[in-house]
């Protein structure tokens, strides 16, 4: 099975700054990554689709790159509503996995 | 806008079973694979099961490989999980989620999830 490992673990950052979170898979998956975030309480919403494809709706400070076996998340600028936990999930083959998480604190 | 809505969680004893449904509504449901995901309590995300448009394909994580089933009704727009021979490391919340694109095929939409919980 593919392992994916992000990170760091934890980042505290403040409004405004910019962030990047990494993600590693344990074989080459191509681009065949996206990136999810999760609030408390709440189901995760795709942010990133083939490691750098913006999903939909979701605000151009958020952009992906990266392929083969190593990726970034990156946020331009922070903004109140980003503090949450972010998830990478490879999807090049099953068993599909998810990296462990990086929880975003506002410092 | 698209909406999956799942129910049928509870508590149960371990050993025991359950059945997850997830209705979804208003896309075109018998042309998107469909997949379970869940998350135990303060833990990570965790894939558990996929299943084709029309159901010739099923995939299973290794920890619910015989235990759980994944199946549909396209013409209800209803997704399930049959969840048999349940142990605690099976409480978690369960989210149902909707493939975006073609295969490879990441979740673009997730249902807000049901909790199930396996304790004594």
């Known amino acids: 099975d593919i392992q994916m490992t992000q990170s760091p673990s934890t980042v505290s950052a403040s409004v405004g700054d910019r962030v990047s979170i990494t993600c590693r898979a344990s074989?080459?998956?191509?681009?065949?990554l996206a990136w999810y975030q999760q609030k408390p309480g709440r189901a995760p919403q795709l942010l990133i689709y083939k490691a750098s494809r913006l999903q939909s709706g979701v605000p151009s400070r958020f952009s992906g790159s990266g392929s083969g076996t190593e990726f970034t998340l990156t946020i331009s600028s922070l903004q109140p509503e980003d503090f949450a936990t972010y998830y990478c999930q490879h999807y090049d083959s099953y068993p599909y996995t998810f990296g462990q998480g990086t929880k975003l604190e506002i410092k | 806008e698209v909406q999956l809505v799942e129910s049928g969680g509870g508590l149960v004893k371990p050993g025991g079973s359950l059945r997850l449904s997830c209705l979804a509504s208003?896309?075109?449901?018998?042309?998107?694979?469909m997949n379970w995901v869940r998350q135990a309590p303060g833990k990570g995300l965790e894939w558990v099961s996929s299943?084709?448009?029309?159901?010739?394909?099923?995939y299973y994580a290794d920890s619910v490989k015989g235990r759980f089933t994944i199946s549909r009704d396209n013409a209800k727009n209803s997704l399930f999980l049959q969840m048999d021979s349940l142990t605690v490391e099976d409480t978690a919340v369960y989210y149902c989620a909707r493939v975006g694109g073609e295969a490879p095929y990441y979740f673009d939409y997730w249902g807000q999830g049901t909790l199930v919980a396996v304790s004594s």
């Open positions: 299943i084709s448009a029309t159901s010739n394909y099923k």
């Open positions: 208003p896309f075109s449901f018998s042309h998107s694979a």
């Open positions: 074989e080459s998956i191509s681009y065949w």
